[in-house]
């Protein structure tokens, strides 16, 4: 009972979050829709019956409203729309579409109603379904937390149906027949005398019909994309180069520029010289930030030397010098009161407090996102007029700063949402699109494209926070009777929403995401998540708290299961009833060959984790020779409810792990004289192409709901890659990166 009041105080503290902001209220209003934004501006003969179908004389468009940054986003959600309203899959054009709150994303805020994803009583129901109440209120655009395509599997599906309603109907206006004697095939609409009509035709006559509101949906039997592998959307131009990214925008009389910002982080400028800068070839302008300066050049290489010509003092980081001074900061957290504790099963204390009890701490880095595309911005500001370009997670966003920098109505903003060279979270931050906006105020008129230098964005990121977890645990009967995981760090939601001026009250879920929610079987089982201070900027990374926690946590059952002299899949298995999560693990047991013999000095670890509802298990075969280790293979089960794109969510798996996989080996920021020491790939070093395992992937649907796979795959990864070297040598790794302990072949 305890909980389910915590978890309703932090529904209410949400709601009342939403209060403050000056949101609008009423079931009325949250049952209103918005209003379409693809209705501004039509021409004559273009119809746009719904917010993600644009029809026109030259066909059809599916507006995709979330970010594609090479997860394949675009290909999955026009899918969605074109199996209903059932357009031939190479004539549709696929578009990013406006800012608009009509792309408010529900399904997002669910990770934060508090419930447990194998908890699917109806308090637990109601709630995740309350979720969607501050979200439209809010109506944030938002790509992230792996909630796109659970966001938009029925909102875009009834678009799409209720699309094909109105073009059967205008048809039989036309024809003068009865709507049900009447078919669709490929965009057109089939009378029974062999009549076609095409959308394109149809679309003058069909702006007087009122769409739908809850057409009938294709069952399954009958679809023609979902469930089968797409072509990519964006696959042709990224492999021929022509993509247009948002480092690729050139309009005429354009100027390029840089920025130059204080590194000790949030320091602020105290003063600078900018005499040497001015006078360099190419340089138009000096344009003050706040806590640095931005550089306005013919070209972006003149706007990079004139920066570095700069003379700044700078003013102190608001933080510990060094390293030690953080991770200091963080162990501090564990003596205060706890942020939160979401699970809190049996009497932990009691069960702890007799027999031989092991115990462990761990630690993580501060990782970056290190984006291969450098961050960038371009940005116009002519006749109270302002376009963006960028490479953006939400773009609703990009309109408030815009409002705030220069004061104009949203009618007069427009955001171009770009293709992403990697996103994984940095690019929901603002900083980058603010400077541009900033510029383009100061150049009034005159079109200017920021890019950031590498070394700008590996020192000025919004970091995974580094942290410390600790657990203590008991093993009877050979299996963890008792289990006390607490885990510290900084708070991403403070930092990254305190930079929106959002602020959210209560526990910050990410904290201990991955630690409470796991669906392991143990009477006495605790999670307790403590904040530490604010430390450097911290942000949303690729699975965010799940991908630190599954290391503790993973690595925790590894060392139990060791402890009690079992094998660690059994051991899994017998603490997990979940159907759907019990099938992963003994999948990637029978893909792996767990259990089989292995040549001298291999190894396998595993690892489980249920991160935004999606049960993972991978297991990492490794070998160890002349003092190194080398990564051979690598396999994942995963369940994803239902599997859309069966290539996608491969792909999207064998991504995350490559993912998980360099930051476990290398990922490291560390803080000396209060700024970041990394600045580039020659010492922010990532898992090369002959270090990447071969991996297979299996893609299995016993979920009870359809899930997301941008992160789930990620946080197993270093655990499994932990436990293997363990398998492989004896040597038990509580630090990442494991480079600091052990070599990589």
Not at 202 to 216: Q, S, T
Not at 276 to 303: C, D, E, H, S
Not at 412 to 423: E, N, P, R, W, Y
Request: aromatic share 6%.
């Amino acid at each position: 009972m305890g909980r389910i009041a915590s978890i309703t105080r932090r529904a209410f503290l949400l709601g009342a979050s939403v209060v403050a902001g000056g949101v609008v209220f009423g079931y009325w209003q949250y049952k209103r829709p918005y209003d379409n934004p693809l209705k501004d501006g039509l021409g004559e003969g273009e119809l746009a019956l719904t917010p993600y179908i644009r029809i026109d004389q030259s066909g059809v468009t599916i507006i995709t409203p979330r970010a594609e940054m090479g997860q394949g986003v675009h290909t999955t959600l026009a899918a969605l729309v074109a199996e209903e309203l059932d357009v031939a899959w190479d004539a549709i054009r696929v578009a990013h579409g406006p800012a608009s709150k009509a792309y408010y994303n529900g399904a997002v805020l669910e990770e934060g109603a508090g419930f447990a994803p194998t908890d699917t009583s109806p308090m637990a129901e109601r709630m995740r379904a309350f979720m969607h109440v501050p979200a439209k209120l809010m109506g944030f655009q938002i790509t992230g937390g792996s909630s796109s395509v659970a966001d938009a599997y029925q909102k875009m599906r009834v678009a799409g149906a209720a699309a094909r309603e109105v073009m059967l109907e205008a048809a039989a206006n036309k024809l003068d027949v009865a709507k049900a004697s009447l078919t669709t095939e490929d965009g057109h609409v089939i009378a029974a005398d062999g009549t076609r009509l095409s959308y394109v035709e149809l679309a003058p006559l069909a702006g007087d019909i009122e769409p739908p509101a809850n057409p009938k949906l294709k069952p399954r039997s009958r679809w023609r994309y979902l469930g089968k592998s797409m072509p990519r959307i964006d696959m042709v131009g990224k492999s021929t180069g022509t993509a247009t990214f948002a480092i690729d925008v050139r309009l005429p009389g354009m100027l390029h520029a840089t920025v130059k910002m204080n590194p000790k982080l949030g320091g602020g400028l105290a003063r600078y010289n900018d005499t040497a800068a001015r006078a360099m070839p190419g340089v138009k302008q000096i344009v003050p930030l706040n806590g640095g300066v931005a550089v306005v050049a013919t070209n972006t290489w003149y706007a990079f030397q004139a920066a570095e010509a700069i003379e700044f003092e700078w003013a102190a980081a608001p933080y510990p010098a060094d390293t030690d001074g953080h991770f200091a900061a963080v162990a501090a957290a564990f003596e205060g009161d706890h942020d939160s504790r979401m699970r809190d099963d049996g009497d932990v204390e009691e069960a702890l407090a007799s027999g031989d009890v092991i115990s462990a701490e761990y630690r993580v880095p501060y990782l970056a996102h290190a984006t291969m595309e450098p961050l960038n911005a371009a940005a116009l500001l002519k006749d109270g007029k302002l376009q963006v370009w960028a490479g953006n997670q939400a773009p609703t966003q990009v309109v408030v700063e815009a409002q705030n920098i220069i004061g104009l109505e949203e009618k007069d903003i427009t955001v171009h949402t770009m293709l992403m060279g990697g996103g994984f979270g940095r690019r929901a931050e603002m900083d980058f699109i603010k400077h541009a906006i900033h510029v383009a105020k100061a150049m009034e008129g005159t079109p200017v494209s920021v890019t950031w230098s590498r070394e700008e964005d590996m020192t000025h990121d919004g970091y995974r926070p580094l942290g410390i977890g600790r657990f203590r645990a008991k093993v009877e009967n050979g299996v963890p009777s008792a289990l006390d995981i607490a885990v510290a760090c900084p708070s991403v939601i403070e930092s990254q929403m305190g930079r929106l001026d959002i602020n959210i009250p209560g526990p910050d879920a990410t904290i201990a995401q991955a630690t409470w929610e796991q669906p392991y079987d143990i009477p006495n089982y605790r999670s307790t998540g403590y904040r530490a201070k604010a430390l450097l900027p911290v942000s949303s990374w690729r699975s965010v708290g799940a991908s630190q926690n599954g290391f503790y946590h993973e690595s925790a059952m590894d060392e139990i299961a060791h402890a009690a002299g079992v094998d660690p899949v059994e051991m899994r298995l017998k603490l997990i009833s979940h159907v759907p999560s019990r099938k992963v693990i003994e999948a990637v047991a029978e893909m792996s060959g767990w259990g089989s013999a292995l040549p001298a000095g291999h190894g396998r670890g595993i690892a489980f984790v249920m991160a935004f509802g999606v049960p993972v298990a991978e297991v990492i075969e490794v070998a160890y020779a002349d003092g190194a280790i080398r990564i051979l293979k690598a396999f994942a089960a995963v369940d994803v409810g239902l599997a859309l794109d069966p290539r996608n969510v491969e792909a999207q798996v064998q991504s995350g792990i490559n993912f998980g996989l360099s930051a476990a080996m290398t990922g490291e920021i560390t803080v000396a004289d209060g700024r970041v020491e990394q600045t580039n790939f020659d010492t922010y070093d990532g898992i090369r192409i002959h270090q990447a395992p071969e991996i297979t992937v299996r893609i299995l649907e016993n979920g009870d709901r359809i899930r997301g796979i941008g992160e789930p795959g990620t946080p197993p990864a270093a655990p499994a890659l932990a436990n293997a070297i363990f398998a492989a040598t004896g040597q038990r790794i509580r630090e990442l990166p494991l480079a600091k302990h052990i070599d990589f072949a």
